[in-house]
């Protein structure tokens, strides 16, 4: 909030009603300012005071729903310059482009098969990009049909002719695709078919200058779910744009620049294409239109994101407990090791490569991995076999051995005293786990 709790105070009431649930107006006034409260709890707010206090509790960027439906992206929302400041909120949403000229069907599902499951985690391109190549209202209209048939995505329709994009929200409309874009010569027309079929629409323009302008424009008409475009083409502008936008809508509170905002890729090589999908997403983009739909370059870039996107005070786990592997039983062998999803799903990996049917105990240890973990003291002889017996191990085999990584072998002695089993040490890496397996369990 731009506001202190101090210059929150002064707008209130100050007759410390206790109705907002805190007995005094000032011990309100910092629950406000640290986002522990909302304007809305305090009934005898005068009408000015509440919307002043209501435009200040605004993000410095503007939060945009594009689509409908289960799938709706939301970008924008954004509060940060850097993410261990305290993080980024909604992923950069990834579209696919596809040409009205070519084969629509063929691509959609091409698009469509862009799924993926990594550690845990599932990733799939976010919306398509319908854009206008050949220049016909009719081809645009015909190819809308054959994408919305071929896909549950959202879309952005990329035209600046307002008769072709009347033509595919006659298809595409009930879907609240992003409409991309209003320019200076079409803004006006844009904008009202923005309002008619409420979809979030696109401003662009060629510089920054230019772009405050037409968006002051935009807003005048009484529209503001926006998305902003800077018309850069060039990977080096683009990145500069991209920051200079960031900067001047968190740190100035620059309100024409307060939207999310649009990029396209410009590169044919798809490596190439690749760093400034990179760059985009580092800083700092909420759409990016990508050209390549081959999966070796999207998965990368998705897991990108997602690493940009986490929580950086929070890192990525699974629930820990006894996992089976295959149809687990009573003479299976037992792997040991921590719930940071990485380690985890890379033990599962191989684990299962085996072919033997196995246990995975996946030890509590704030999602952190093994070396990281043992230096923490949170994985040790103590903390496994507490594991051990909480998850009933002892129920589930009828043996009395456990595998631990080898990386922590100087716990086998200590395990030993605590558990009472056998303890085997493992190999170093994940990768060694099937020729350790064929050795010892086969």
Same mark, same amino acid.
């Given at each position: ?35 522990? %409260? ?7 707010? %005068? ?7 209501? *435009? ?6 503007? %939060? ?66 319908? /854009? ?24 952005? $329709? ?6 072709? /994009? ?68 060039? *990977? ?38 690749? /760093? ?64 940071? %999803? ?96 064929? $050795?010892?369990?086969?």
């Amino acid at each position: 909030m731009a506001l202190t709790g101090l210059d929150i105070f002064k707008l209130l009431p100050k007759t410390n009603c206790k109705k907002c649930g805190y007995l005094t107006c000032l011990a309100f006034a910092m629950a406000l300012a640290n986002g522990k %409260s909302s304007v809305d709890a305090c009934p005898e707010l %005068s009408a000015e005071a509440r919307e002043t206090l209501s *435009s200040a509790a605004e993000p410095p960027i503007r %939060s945009v729903n594009i689509g409908s439906g289960e799938k709706i992206v939301k970008v924008g929302g954004e509060t940060e310059l850097f993410r261990h400041d305290k993080r980024f909120n909604h992923p950069v949403a990834i579209a696919v482009a596809v040409n009205d000229n070519e084969d629509v069907e063929a691509k959609i599902d091409k698009i469509n098969s862009l799924s993926f499951e990594r550690v845990g985690q599932h990733y799939e391109v976010d919306m398509v990009a319908l /854009m206008n190549t050949s220049g016909d209202a009719a081809v645009f209209k015909e190819a809308a049909v054959k994408a919305a048939a071929g896909t549950d995505k959202n879309f952005i $329709l990329v035209t600046r002719d307002t008769l072709a /994009m009347e033509a595919a929200l006659q298809v595409l409309g009930p879907r609240k695709p992003l409409l991309y874009a209003a320019d200076g010569d079409n803004y006006a027309e844009m904008t009202e078919l923005a309002k008619a079929h409420g979809c979030a629409l696109a401003v662009r323009a060629g510089d920054l200058h230019a772009l405050a302008e037409l968006t002051a424009k935009v807003i005048a008409l009484g529209y503001r779910e926006l998305v902003l475009d800077p018309g850069a083409q060039d *990977s080096s502008r683009i990145l500069a744009d991209l920051t200079q936008l960031r900067r001047l809508a968190v740190r100035k509170k620059f309100r024409p620049f307060a939207y999310p905002v649009i990029t396209f890729t410009t590169k044919e090589d798809p490596a190439e294409e690749m /760093m400034q999908i990179a760059s985009a997403t580092a800083k700092y983009a909420d759409i990016i239109v990508v050209r390549t739909d081959r999966a070796e370059y999207l998965l990368p870039a998705l897991t990108l994101r997602e690493n940009i996107y986490a929580d950086p005070q929070k890192p990525v786990a699974v629930e820990p407990g006894l996992y089976a592997v295959g149809d687990a039983g009573e003479h299976s062998p037992v792997y040991c090791t921590t719930n940071f %999803s990485l380690t985890y799903f890379l033990v599962e990996g191989e684990v299962s490569a085996t072919r033997i049917p196995s246990y995975i105990l996946s030890v509590d240890t704030n999602g952190t991995s093994v070396l990281t973990a043992y230096a923490d003291n949170k994985f040790t002889a103590e903390t496994i076999a507490r594991a051990m017996e909480e998850y009933g191990l002892e129920q589930k085999v009828g043996h009395k051995n456990i595998v631990i990584p080898g990386a922590v072998a100087v716990l086998k002695g200590k395990l030993e005293e605590e558990s009472g089993w056998n303890v085997i040490v493992g190999p170093r890496e994940a990768s060694g786990i099937q020729k350790f397996a064929k $050795l010892h369990f086969s």
